[in-house]
């Protein structure tokens, strides 16, 4: 659940979606990072290592990309209106490609377990939750029939919200 900063800097005005698709340019380097990060140990010395202690570089990485999902998803919750810029589009379905890939690596990193995994689940859930909100904003019918978020975005857990999502496409597949 992330309250203070970032909330408190969205109230401050309408945060621009142009501002918002920018910041999701940088927001895409921590998750390319991400994709290409902590490859499998190749010695056993070195295995042993990072099973005992957290890598303080891949734990910062994580948080940075948790961090960075949460306020990207606050400020298109805030401003959830249909992308009507052909541009800003184009741009956050290249990100949401992006998303997928992490979402892919972190769902396998958390099935091998590890002393990461509680860092993984942090960029899993919250990936899942940016890239709904993104997709839904592209969608002109779903806006149009749906509408923008209702819930309460002063006590706003993405990882809640993810879960929700995830049970919600689990259901729909039947």
Known sequence: MMKGSALDFLNLGKFSVSL????????????????????????????????????????????????????????????????????QRQQVKKHIKLLQKVINVADERIKAGGIHAEYNQKVFYSSVAIK?????????????????YQGDLENFDIIAYAKGVLKAENELRG
């Open 20 to 87: 918002a698709c920018v910041l999701m340019l940088e927001a895409g380097k921590l998750n390319a990072n991400y994709v290409e990060s902590y490859k499998a140990p190749k010695s056993t010395k070195t295995q042993t290592i990072s099973e005992v202690k957290p890598n303080k570089n891949y734990v910062d990485l994580c948080n940075k990309i948790y961090e960075s999902n949460t306020f990207l998803c606050l400020n298109f919750l805030q401003n959830q209106t249909f992308l009507e810029d052909t541009i």
């Open 132 to 148: 709904n909100i993104l997709k839904e904003i592209c969608d002109e019918n779903f806006m149009r029939i749906v509408g923008a």
